[in-house]
């Protein structure tokens, strides 16, 4: 866990650069497939988000939701990561959507900074990351 200031624009220089962003995204894809089969299943992507506590907390407060409404939400995730309906999520598809979750983060952050702690291989310390070390290249150029 990282304390970083971060603004979208910090979000949008990781997806615009391709290589650190397909490299993050393929890294996750990797680690949440379990079985390497090279797809994620229903479960494997239910366990990611179950991990990150999205739904299941509301500003970090544990939010009572029913085991139901949590399948149904959990499964339109899953059907939006699914863009062919093969009832699997591919890399590509994840890739995809990674871009779309990330770009809508950046344009909620906004021009303004924010401190924000962040787990250390979540995409948004990623991209806190990658701008320190831009950052920090340039300033050692000078």
Not at 47 to 71: N, Q, W, Y
Not at 98 to 116: E, F, H, N, R
Request: aromatic share 6%.
């Amino acid at each position: 866990m990282g304390v970083v200031i971060i603004d979208g624009t910090t979000v949008k220089d990781l997806v615009s650069d391709e290589v650190q962003f397909k490299k993050s995204v393929d890294e996750r894809f990797a680690a949440l497939d379990l079985n390497n089969d090279g797809v994620l299943s229903r479960s494997e992507l239910r366990k990611a988000f179950e991990s990150m506590r999205l739904i299941e907390t509301h500003f970090g407060m544990d939010v009572a939701t029913s085991p139901d409404e949590l399948t149904q939400l959990y499964n339109s995730i899953f059907d939006k990561f699914d863009c062919d309906q093969s009832g699997t999520v591919d890399l590509d598809e994840f890739r995809e959507e990674m871009k779309k979750i990330l770009l809508a983060i950046a344009d909620g952050l906004g021009s303004c900074p924010i401190q924000m702690a962040l787990e250390d291989q979540s995409f948004l310390k990623q991209a806190a990351d990658l701008e320190a070390s831009k950052t920090s290249s340039s300033v050692s150029h000078t």
